[in-house]
């Protein structure tokens, strides 16, 4: 062990692909770092693994085609745990001067964890579009959809829709036709056309694409409904209204419902970025991601010194890349602290990576965000759940108060002001904000991300914060 | 670059905090004509993002003048505004955690007489009776039911608006980057966008003001302070007083909606701009609340957050005319206190412009007293 790597002290926040490869990369040069997860099991979203006290279903039959690669990242992890720190079920709500503050879920306790280097690889969550009746119970995003059958081992009804668009709607129509649901349809915002001029881009990646194609084909031969180029309309109730009953969506033509007991609304991912912001990284509009992200360079290097930034956290690129980057940021991390690293490895890292880049412009293109929902949003429409924020409320406080920002957006009307802090709510909002205004989405800004990253107790907060292991 | 817009108007008004929005709206009300010049946006610092307490109750005695003309604002903000701003005379109950607190309290109440405040002194069982959700570290304290509490997000942009639509010209985003004066008039001017000359100027800039100050020859100690802010998620409504503590610590009140607003101890500055909650201090906050509302044990934070403002060292504002140039008046250095003043203080400043003097006393606020050992300015303020 070198002098220098003794002294390192790095912290990986999410064990998902990027975080294990990560940390499997700092392992190889003899280093023990802490990864912190907010999960009990390593694994991500996608490759999220269910409770170990239930019945544990083969990797086949919860990843399909992505099997292989769920199993190599959790072996990879498992083979890392004598020698790293590992802190699962641990939420970081908090970072300041070179210390986290973590939250361990089970014991109900909390830590302070310095770091000398982080990496964050804290992930994504579903990019939600609201429509009208979204709020009734029945109603999920595309990934709680899945997590609710990789992690508890059911569907969220037996009839059920997807709305929507990105790759993500026809992957979990997919599973849940598979796992024994009934899929009534899926509905796309996309187009054909959309699709077919992004092909050329999307067969930079072959075998990907031709994933998305076989799921395409394997639901029409399967007699699930497929429907392009469609623009929901409204999420239907039942008589009392107290649950999901079916969808109704225009075909461009006439407007069409369709009977279910659940629907799973998603338009592709979006950053969980409140830690890089918290650590004072700067941001910059990302337009391919429609969203300000954290800037990193080529090899994850945030713009502030320590603080690398590692798969879909800091932009979507999927889960390949977030392997790839995870691995690149620790090469980075060894390399900007002495220790000698395997060079061409971290180059082909970066050609991967860029790669990818096109291959995802080609997503965007095949799958893009529909332009017109904030047009189409109507004034009753609850675009913030938590605080019952309506678009119409949205439109009048840019009417009456001239609001043009995001933050100035937030104080004046309450959008993102409750307990999800605007991940949820955020990009619907900044939509409808940069429609009413007329500014490019780019210019409404972002919210400003405040402690805690998500709720804490109050009992918790006050606690005296008991030092990281390894102090 | 070509294309600088240049205003000539009556008074110039740098910082659209309550402060100088509402000398705006006041000076609108005169008819006279107003530009002011906001770096970011309208009440989106100090005035904006502060507890939203809106108290008369333990300021200083030689404030109680200002603090009482701005009740009379406040008892008609939504005629003044157009907007409620979430404005509640709920009650402040300030907690005696001591015998000698309770001291502290009475002598408040016997210095404040003539002010009219309605101080209430309670404690033992009647104090148990009010407010059963008060921790057993409260012993007693004293009520004023007139005093309460406002949202700050909403009241303090929403007087930029009511001045705006009174006619006063708002340029927010236009941060000053030069003033002077040539013994006519002031000029002042925002990058290569604006230039706006006016024969009176109101400094107006929280916690930078003191540039300002300092141009003409006024440099005093102002200090940036940052506070901490805390609001839980919504839970049952059990309280109606905002809740402040002799001797300082914490202030909590409860919002129609059910979340409760926490205040206390310092944040960090991120940038000269920018401040954020200190993690020691959420834990005292933290700790604090649950001490004073048991309660509140098991309900979450969900956001913290923190601001910028000014504070001189006697913790009292600057608030008159400068000591040196005429047409100058100072308004700023609110130390963390100014929500409920500010109103008031805008309608001073307003009158000192048209009448050279305030029915207001303020002679406790000049600038004056951080020159005492030095001359006599050359010109002298106009007392009332």
């Known amino acids: 062990m070198t002098a220098s ?467 | 670059m070509t294309g600088r817009k240049t205003l000539r108007t009556d008074v110039a008004i740098v910082g659209g905090g309550i402060v100088g929005a509402s000398a705006a709206l006041a000076l609108r009300q005169m008819g006279i004509g107003v530009v002011l010049l906001e770096r970011d946006l309208c009440g989106s610092r100090s005035s904006g993002v502060n507890y939203g307490g809106v108290r008369r109750q333990g300021r200083p005695i030689n404030q109680l003048p200002l603090a009482q003309r701005a009740h009379r604002i406040w008892g008609r903000l939504r005629e003044t505004i157009g907007a409620d701003g979430e404005y509640l005379r709920s009650g402040h109950f300030k907690i005696a955690r001591s015998e000698a607190d309770m001291a502290s309290l009475e002598r408040y109440r016997a210095q404040s007489r003539d002010f009219d405040l309605g101080l209430e002194l309670i404690s033992d069982a009647r104090l148990r009776e009010r407010c059963p959700w008060l921790g057993t570290r409260a012993i007693g304290g004293s009520l004023c039911a007139e005093d309460g509490q406002a949202n700050p997000r909403l009241v303090s942009p929403a007087f930029a608006l009511a001045a705006q639509r009174a006619g006063a010209q708002i340029f927010e985003r236009h941060k000053v980057d030069e003033v002077a004066h040539d013994g006519q008039a002031f000029m002042l001017r925002s990058g290569n966008a604006l230039e706006v000359h006016a024969p009176a100027l109101l400094n107006c800039a929280g916690a930078w003001s003191g540039p300002i100050a300092s141009e003409f020859g006024e440099a005093v100690p102002l200090r940036s302070s940052h506070p901490v802010m805390a609001v839980t998620e919504p839970v049952p409504h059990f309280m109606d007083w905002s809740l402040g503590v002799e001797g300082g610590g914490i202030y909590c009140r409860q919002v129609a909606r059910g979340n409760l607003v926490l205040g206390g101890g310092r944040g960090i500055a991120l940038d000269a701009d920018r401040a954020r909650a200190d993690r020691d201090a959420i834990a005292t906050l933290a700790a604090q609340a649950v001490e004073l509302l048991p309660t509140l044990r098991h309900a979450h934070f969900i956001r913290t957050w923190s601001g910028t403002e000014g504070n001189l060292p006697d913790h009292q504002p600057v608030l008159g005319p400068s000591r040196t140039t005429p047409g100058l008046f100072h308004g700023f250095g609110f130390s963390g206190a100014g929500f409920q003043i500010g109103p008031a203080a805008g309608e001073v400043l307003a009158e000192l412009v048209r009448d050279g003097r305030s029915s207001t006393p303020i002679e406790s606020f000049s600038i004056e007293r951080f020159f005492a050992e030095e001359e006599a300015p050359t010109i002298t303020p106009t007392s009332p």
Request: with cysteine; net charge positive; proline share 5%.
């Open chain 1, 5 to 471: 790597s003794a002294a390192l002290q790095p912290v990986i926040v999410g064990a998902g692909p990027a975080g294990v490869r990560a940390a499997q990369a700092l392992v190889a040069h003899r280093l023990r770092p802490v990864v912190i997860d907010e999960a009990s099991r390593a694994g991500g979203q996608i490759y999220r693994r269910p409770p170990a006290s239930l019945a544990q279903r083969s990797a086949r039959a919860l990843y399909g085609f992505e099997a292989g690669r769920a199993d190599a990242v959790h072996a990879a992890f498992d083979a890392l745990r004598e020698h790293i720190d590992y802190r699962p079920d641990s939420l970081v709500w908090n970072a300041q001067g070179g210390r986290l503050d973590v939250l361990h879920g089970p014991t109900r306790s909390t830590a302070n964890v310095p770091y000398g280097q982080l990496i964050v690889a804290t992930g994504a969550t579903d990019r939600v579009l609201p429509v009208p009746g979204w709020t009734l119970p029945g109603v999920y995003t595309l990934g709680g959809a899945q997590v609710a059958l990789k992690f508890q081992g059911c569907a969220i009804g037996e009839r059920v829709v997807f709305m929507g668009t990105g790759p993500l709607l026809y992957l979990v129509a997919y599973q849940y036709a598979k796992a024994g649901a009934k899929v009534i349809a899926v509905l796309d915002t996309a187009r054909l056309a959309d699709q077919l001029a992004a092909a050329p881009a999307m067969l930079r990646q072959p075998a990907v694409f031709a994933k998305g194609v076989y799921y395409v084909a394997w639901l029409r031969a399967h007699g699930v409904a497929l429907h392009s180029g469609v623009r929901p309309m409204r999420v239907l109730g039942d008589a009392q209204e107290s649950r999901v009953a079916g969808v109704a969506w225009h075909d461009g033509r006439e407007e069409r419902t369709l009977a279910c007991d659940a629907v799973g609304v998603g338009y592709a991912l979006r950053s969980e970025t409140q830690l890089a912001d918290l650590l004072g990284c700067r941001f910059e509009f990302a337009p391919l991601h429609r969203a300000h992200l954290p800037v990193r360079d080529a090899a994850g290097r945030s713009s502030v010194r320590g603080v690398y930034l590692a798969g879909d956290g800091a932009g979507i690129m999927g889960a390949d890349a977030a392997e790839w980057a995870g691995e690149r940021a620790a090469l980075a991390l060894l390399t900007d602290h002495g220790v000698a690293v395997d060079a061409a490895r971290a180059e082909a890292l970066e050609r991967k990576l860029h790669k990818l880049g096109g291959f995802r412009e080609g997503l965007e293109r095949a799958f893009p965000l529909p332009s017109d929902w904030a047009a189409h949003a109507p004034d009753e429409l609850v675009v913030c759940r938590c605080e019952n924020v309506t678009a119409g409320t949205l439109r009048q406080t840019v009417a009456v108060n001239g609001a043009d920002e995001m933050n100035r957006l937030k104080a004046l009307s309450r959008v993102g002001m409750g307990r999800c802090q605007g991940r949820m709510c955020g990009a619907a909002a900044a939509e409808i904000l940069a429609h009413a205004t007329g500014l490019p989405l780019q210019q409404v800004g972002r919210l400003r991300g405040q402690a805690p990253i998500k709720p804490i107790p109050i009992h918790l907060a006050a606690a005296p914060s008991t030092g990281g292991a390894g102090e």
